[in-house]
């Protein structure tokens, strides 16, 4: 169950953007990261979500967090979509320049996981 220390160690990783709770206490996380990176830009971006997932979920086990940790970013796109619409989300992040990941991700979500009509694709 969600406790308000890990709301601390998330505000303390501004590469948290949300933190979300499965009614089984399952916690998955959003990280600033993309969610699809470029062919040429994996490589960096497994190692930097490596990273941070690491760091932050080695805090969360500090703080008493003892159930499974999903990294949203390392999910098919229709698991993050499930996550984002039927999860709690026990954490948001304040600043403003994370919601354009965010949003994208909940407009993913509402869409059932299906690319938007308007879109051409």
């Known amino acids: 169950m969600w406790d308000e220390t890990y709301t ?9 953007i949300a933190a979300f709770e ?6 998955a996380l959003l990280l600033r990261h ?3 990176p470029l062919p ?4 960096r971006w497994l190692d930097d979500t490596r990273r941070v997932a690491r760091a932050v979920v080695a805090n969360l086990r500090s703080a008493g967090l003892v159930d499974d940790v999903t990294i949203l970013q ?11 619409r039927r ?6 992040s304040d600043t ?3 919601a354009e990941l965010g949003d994208d991700a909940s407009a ?9 009509a308007s879109s051409g694709s």
Not at 8 to 16: A, E, F, I, L
Not at 22 to 27: A, D, N, T
Not at 74 to 84: F, G, I, N, S
Request: glycine letters at 6%.
């Open 22 to 27: 499965s009614p089984y206490g399952r916690l």
């Open 34 to 36: 993309t969610l699809i």
């Open 87 to 92: 999860w709690d989300c026990c954490y948001e």
């Open 8 to 16: 601390s160690v998330c505000r303390h990783h501004p590469d948290v």
């Open 108 to 116: 993913f979500a509402l869409t059932d996981g299906s690319r938007n």
């Open 96 to 98: 403003a320049g994370d």
């Open 74 to 84: 390392w999910q098919p796109l229709r698991q993050v979509a499930h996550v984002m």
């Open 40 to 43: 040429e830009d994996r490589a």
